[in-house]
């Protein structure tokens, strides 16, 4: 499993709200939502989310491994 757990501390951190997300570097609404709800999203989100907050994918993203 994906989550985007890591994504909201590192916003957190970075002085970034949802808000600024949506007003200032256009992402969507939709976009915002399957992040919260640990939905998928393209690797050109997951870059744009990197160069925004100038971090590292682990900073956006944890893989969880599925039980088995």
């Known amino acids: 499993m994906i989550t985007y757990d890591p994504l909201w501390d590192t916003m957190r951190r970075k002085g970034i709200t949802t808000y600024s ?3 200032d570097y256009s992402f969507s609404k939709g976009t915002l939502d399957s992040l919260k ?3 998928n999203i393209s690797t050109a989100t997951l870059n744009d989310l990197c160069n ?3 971090c590292r994918v682990e900073d956006v993203l944890r ?4 039980k088995i």
Request: proline share 8%; no cysteine; charged share 25%.
């Open 63 to 66: 893989h969880i491994p599925d």
């Open 52 to 54: 925004i907050l100038s």
């Open 21 to 23: 997300l949506i007003k």
């Open 37 to 39: 709800q640990n939905r």
